[in-house]
């Protein structure tokens, strides 16, 4: 198979994990900064364009995985299909009404597939919980609070970007594991215009959730995730802490007979997608990122977003 790469960001790392995925043959990566292409041509050895044509009229070329800014997933996600080809895009997926109901209708229109990197429904903390409720380990699921807290470093994160570029994760996870909530609640804060809180409320018939985003925390603090998930029989308790010199990641099982630490196996989950996405493709693989399953989390992140925007 021979992929081609939309964007020298993110697209710089997926390009180094498909060098070490097997059945990948070739791999061509677009960018618009020559000394961004230089560097990953010398340590990658791949090929690199500056014109997007490249890719997209290549006919070799049968996976497109797009790692641009968001406002143009939309037209390069239909440019690729138009083109006969299938599509990886990062998240989120877009940012208006009128963009999803065109990658909606483009999705259904041509054969290709189109997958969504939903990358936290590969992390094994998330993980642990879907196999929980499904399974019946603990009970069932009452309660769960999520988080994500970072100091202010990655651009925009005030009430018009929070929600959808931060908090959708949580969101892809929660739609992924309880499905369509019945009710949502939000409300937010903001200390400055590109910096807010928001804490958002879904009920299902028997869940309560909640799920906190920030971008107001100072820059001292760690870019932080967590979880309490409540079951009726235990509480799961994780933390993920990002340091600039490593990560600190607990996870604590709380029953009746005690606690205990459990150990995670530590994944790439940016590996973990494009693998799915590989065998999507080679073997049939149902896949659990398709952009029906993108388009719902955003559905819900914007009825959350109209909640702190009144």
Same mark, same amino acid.
């Given at each position: 198979?021979?992929?081609?790469?939309?964007?020298?960001?993110?697209?710089?790392?997926?390009?180094?994990?498909?060098?070490?995925?097997?059945?990948?043959?070739?791999?061509?990566?677009?960018?618009?900064?020559?000394?961004?292409?230089?560097? =990953?041509?010398? $340590? !990658?050895? @791949?090929?690199?364009? #500056?014109?997007?044509?490249?890719? &997209?009229?290549?006919?070799?070329?049968?996976?497109?995985?797009?790692?641009?800014?968001?406002?143009?997933?939309?037209?390069?996600?239909?440019?690729?299909?138009?083109?006969?080809?299938?599509?990886?895009?990062?998240?989120?997926?877009?940012?208006?009404?009128?963009?999803?109901?065109?990658?909606?209708?483009?999705?259904?229109?041509?054969?290709?597939?189109?997958?969504?990197?939903?990358?936290?429904?590969?992390?094994?903390?998330?993980?642990?919980?879907?196999?929980?409720?499904?399974?019946?380990?603990?009970?069932?699921?009452?309660?769960?609070?999520?988080?994500?807290?970072?100091?202010?470093?990655?651009?925009?994160?005030?009430?018009?970007? =929070?929600?959808? $570029? !931060?908090? @959708?994760?949580?969101? #892809?996870?929660?739609?992924?594991? &309880?499905?369509?909530?019945?009710?949502?609640?939000?409300?937010?804060?903001?200390?400055?215009?590109?910096?807010?809180?928001?804490?958002?409320?879904?009920?299902?018939?028997?869940?309560?959730?909640?799920?906190?985003?920030?971008?107001?925390?100072?820059?001292?603090?760690?870019?932080?995730?967590?979880?309490?998930?409540?079951?009726?029989?235990?509480?799961?308790?994780?933390?993920?802490?990002?340091?600039?010199?490593?990560?600190?990641?607990?996870?604590?099982?709380?029953?009746?007979?005690?606690?205990?630490?459990?150990?995670?196996?530590?994944?790439?989950?940016?590996?973990?997608?494009?693998?799915?996405?590989?065998?999507?493709?080679?073997?049939?693989?149902?896949?659990?990122?398709?952009?029906?399953?993108?388009?719902?989390?955003?559905?819900?992140?914007?009825?959350?977003?109209?909640?702190?925007?009144?």
């Amino acid at each position: 198979m021979k992929v081609g790469i939309l964007g020298t960001g993110f697209g710089a790392h997926h390009a180094a994990i498909y060098t070490q995925t097997l059945g990948i043959d070739t791999i061509k990566i677009f960018g618009r900064s020559k000394s961004k292409l230089e560097k =990953i041509q010398a $340590n !990658l050895h @791949i090929e690199v364009t #500056d014109t997007v044509e490249d890719i &997209l009229d290549d006919p070799s070329i049968s996976l497109v995985d797009i790692c641009l800014p968001s406002h143009l997933h939309k037209e390069y996600i239909i440019a690729s299909l138009q083109k006969g080809k299938d599509v990886f895009c990062e998240t989120p997926l877009c940012y208006t009404q009128e963009d999803l109901i065109a990658i909606k209708e483009a999705s259904r229109q041509y054969p290709n597939k189109v997958f969504v990197n939903q990358f936290i429904k590969f992390c094994p903390e998330f993980q642990l919980i879907k196999e929980a409720v499904e399974d019946n380990i603990y009970g069932q699921l009452k309660a769960i609070h999520l988080k994500r807290s970072t100091a202010p470093l990655w651009g925009d994160l005030g009430y018009d970007r =929070i929600v959808t $570029n !931060l908090m @959708i994760h949580e969101i #892809d996870f929660i739609t992924w594991l &309880l499905g369509n909530t019945k009710r949502i609640s939000a409300f937010g804060s903001s200390s400055r215009q590109d910096q807010a809180y928001v804490s958002a409320h879904l009920t299902y018939d028997n869940t309560l959730v909640e799920i906190t985003a920030s971008s107001m925390m100072p820059l001292s603090y760690p870019f932080t995730v967590s979880y309490d998930a409540i079951f009726e029989n235990a509480s799961l308790n994780f933390c993920e802490q990002c340091f600039e010199k490593g990560s600190k990641v607990t996870l604590t099982e709380y029953t009746h007979d005690g606690s205990k630490e459990i150990q995670l196996h530590i994944v790439d989950s940016a590996k973990e997608s494009i693998d799915h996405v590989l065998a999507c493709l080679n073997n049939d693989v149902q896949s659990i990122i398709t952009v029906d399953d993108a388009i719902r989390s955003l559905e819900v992140a914007g009825q959350i977003k109209d909640h702190i925007m009144k």
